[in-house]
């Protein structure tokens, strides 16, 4: 498993995708990218900003192809109560 620094160096693997409601339909825009923070030995703060309400699926993985064994998914909700912004903590990394 890559270490914590590996993981920011590859911070491309996260992929967040979302669901909206039936009723939505004008298209997400991440407004602000994806960025990354508070980086721990065994964890990071992953943290996005889109343009309306959404549901955010987050994945991330230690290994570039994404392999079901070393990929993790976790949901944040993107509202106009937190300025349309979503994190999730990235987690276990492995520190070194």
């Known amino acids: 498993m890559p270490s914590r620094l590996t993981f920011c160096e590859f911070s491309f693997l996260i992929v967040f995708s979302f669901v909206l409601s ?5 298209e997400v825009t991440f407004t602000h990218g994806v960025a990354s923070g508070d980086v721990k ?29 070393s990929t993790r998914s976790q949901i ?3 509202s106009a109560d937190n300025d349309f912004t979503a994190k999730v ?4 990394l492995r520190p070194g």
């Open 22 to 26: 039936d009723t939505v339909r004008a």
């Open 41 to 69: 030995p065994f964890s990071a703060v992953l943290w996005t900003r889109v343009n309306q309400e959404a549901t955010l699926q987050m994945e991330f993985s230690t290994d570039p192809t994404f392999p079901q064994s």
């Open 76 to 78: 944040a909700v993107a």
């Open 89 to 92: 903590v990235a987690a276990p």
